[in-house]
């Protein structure tokens, strides 16, 4: 499939480089390869991870089973962890209840529980054996999505790739099913319905959080299989792109608000328990329009809005403000034009008797 684009090689380098120009990240466009974020030559190879435990190898030919299971715990506190864990079924072999052999580990960034179990999937993929048909056990049916579109052989070449969540981790699953050409089948198990081999899996996987030999899962091998990431504050990022730069350059244009003079006094307030600014109530009293009625119509509204924010950014062009502003035309000496009595700042504006039907 051709697919062309309207921009040449030039504006797009022009175009990634004024962004990471905002996000500090060095770039080098002097050859015709985007430049490698890391050195993707000292990587392990992505699917025979060192350190990982094997399964029990059987017969070429062979049908290998696994139940996997993610386990996700203390989310939104520095303590957030996910663990994984794959087990091992061989019936009628002579094993205890069926179970050959087990790992468990852990993997780090973007915590969820479908993160957790998408772990479980690609752990146990790098451990099996080239040219075998592989059943996995879940009890996930978000899992059981991600795998069967990532079987599909179209993931990595779809448009949505960069719109799923741990597109790096779901990208390494498919890499891994076909460089060793394995096939899969995702089987659907109820959740805390009695099956044994499921409970097991499940208690495994939480205990990988305080195991001494639960297996890290390195962000470098599960981003291996492209030789582009996209890295921020030592982080691949592995959520969309796009809410990525979008959610930064809002954090920036913030950030370049509150660094004018007007808002210094934020910085003064550093303890987050004497934090009196409510941005979310902030932001939502400045975009909040009241219903229309007879008395108020759209041109109230734009004039209502208006008002608003220049309060908020203190524009208001108030007596006291442009004395300070245009010395050449405002003398100190000038006051309140409506009720001729006081000079004219913020706190008058309100109070001002003769303003009040006005204000209100």
């Not at 350190?51 to 299971?69: A, E, K, N, W």
């Not at 939480?206 to 582009?228: G, M, T």
């Not at 608003?308 to 062009?317: G, I, R, S």
């Amino acid at each position: 499939m051709e697919v062309v684009s309207p921009y040449s090689w030039a504006d797009l380098c022009d175009m990634v480089t004024s962004y990471c120009n905002r996000l500090s990240i060095p770039l080098d466009f002097s050859s015709s390869l985007p430049e490698v974020i890391g050195d993707a030559a000292s990587l392990p190879p992505l699917c025979d991870p060192p350190g990982l435990p094997f399964p029990i190898v059987l017969l070429p030919g062979s049908h290998y089973r696994f139940y996997t299971d993610g386990s996700l715990i203390n989310l939104g506190s520095p303590d957030v962890s996910m663990g994984w864990l794959w087990v091992q079924i061989i019936p009628d072999a002579g094993y205890l209840n069926s179970v050959a052999t087990y790992a468990h580990g852990t993997i780090r960034n973007w915590p969820s529980s479908t993160r957790a179990k998408a772990a479980a999937i690609y752990a146990a993929l790098s451990a099996t054996p080239e040219d075998s048909v592989v059943s996995i056990y879940m009890d996930s049916q978000a899992a059981i999505d991600g795998l069967r579109f990532c079987a599909s052989s179209t993931y990595t070449n779809s448009r949505f790739y960069y719109k799923t969540t741990n597109f790096e981790l779901w990208a390494s699953i498919e890499c891994c099913i076909h460089e060793k050409r394995l096939t899969v089948f995702p089987v659907k198990v109820k959740d805390h319905d009695g099956n044994y081999w499921n409970e097991f899996a499940d208690s495994l996987a939480n205990s990988a959080h305080q195991s001494d030999d639960a297996f890290l899962l390195p962000n470098a091998l599960i981003a291996s299989s492209h030789s582009i990431r996209l890295i921020y504050d030592d982080i691949i990022c592995e959520s969309n792109p796009r809410r990525l730069f979008k959610v930064y350059y809002q954090a920036t244009y913030m950030s370049d608000l509150l660094s004018l003079r007007r808002f210094q006094f934020t910085f003064c307030l550093t303890d987050r328990d004497d934090y009196l600014v409510d941005w979310n109530l902030t932001w939502f009293t400045l975009n909040f329009l009241p219903s229309y009625d007879a008395s108020f119509q759209a041109h109230h509204a734009s004039k209502h809005y208006t008002f608003k924010f220049k309060l908020f950014l203190d524009d208001l062009p108030l007596l006291k403000k442009l004395k300070i502003t245009r010395l050449d035309l405002y003398i100190d000496l000038l006051t309140c034009r409506s009720c001729c009595n006081r000079k004219e700042d913020l706190m008058h504006l309100i109070v001002c008797s003769k303003r009040r039907s006005i204000m209100h």
